[in-house]
């Protein structure tokens, strides 16, 4: 049963365009999300997160959108350079389970110069 | 600010032989985690510590697994006996209480059971 869902294993755009990541999740306990950005041979890293309580949340060329209705949220990269090219991970928690973290499967990001 | 350290980077066993992990956290990061990454898959969380304690344990399979963080700093994970769907990344992360979910991770111990 998985509750965070990231339906496309891959994307592939061109620099300095914008590069959309979606993921959708079931839980409706939710109430805190994160994107993590992973490069081959490492650890994720933390890249953006937003609580429940907000739709937006914009840290430079990265901004997270939230719909709760649709249980849906998305990351967007603009522009996108060769660098953000990794996997990155969906994840959700809810504040009553010690924030455990339940993540999607990833999607690979790769940015063409 | 040194990061999450992990050893050993890499291990390569037979089925039914035994294995350990070694995490060390940041420095001053209470809560302590141990995530499974499959290959293709998301990271699974196996189990959760704050400070000596256990907090969550529930996926992680007991007839195999175990887990253990003296002292509330370093942390190990055991498999005895490792199965071929053991395979997998061990990723520690860890944070601060109460922290919202930002975890940091170390980079991992990649184990291929043959």
């Known amino acids: 049963d998985q509750q965070v869902k990231q339906n496309s294993p891959s994307l592939s755009v061109q620099e300095g365009r914008i590069s959309i990541l979606n993921c959708d999740y079931t839980n409706s306990m939710f109430d805190y999300f994160l994107w993590y950005k992973k490069y081959p041979a490492e650890g994720p890293t933390f890249l953006i997160s937003?609580?429940?309580?907000?739709d937006k949340n914009e840290d430079g060329r990265f901004t997270v959108f939230l719909n709760k209705s649709a249980k849906h949220l998305s990351l967007h990269i603009v522009p996108s350079q060769p660098g953000d090219s990794a996997v990155y991970f969906c994840a959700a928690s809810d504040g009553g389970s010690n924030y455990k973290l339940t993540f999607g499967k990833g999607t690979l990001l790769t940015v063409n110069p | 600010e040194a990061g999450v350290a992990q050893s050993p980077r890499y291990k390569i066993i037979e089925k039914r032989q035994s294995v350990a992990f070694w995490c060390n956290p940041i420095?001053?990061?209470?809560?302590l985690y141990w995530y499974q990454q499959i290959l293709g898959q998301g990271p699974k969380l196996l189990i959760q510590?704050?400070?000596?304690?256990?907090?969550?344990d529930s996926q992680l399979p007991k007839d195999r697994f175990s887990a253990e963080r003296l002292k509330g700093v370093d942390s190990t994970l055991k498999i005895q006996p490792a199965k071929l769907e053991d395979s997998a990344v061990y990723l520690c992360?860890?944070?601060?209480?109460?922290?919202?979910?930002?975890?940091?991770f170390g980079e991992g111990s990649r184990l291929t059971v043959l």
């Open positions: 510590f704050q400070n000596n304690g256990v907090v969550d």
């Open positions: 937003i609580s429940s309580i907000k």
């Open positions: 420095s001053g990061h209470a809560t």
């Open positions: 992360a860890s944070s601060f209480i109460g922290g919202t979910g930002e975890l940091f």
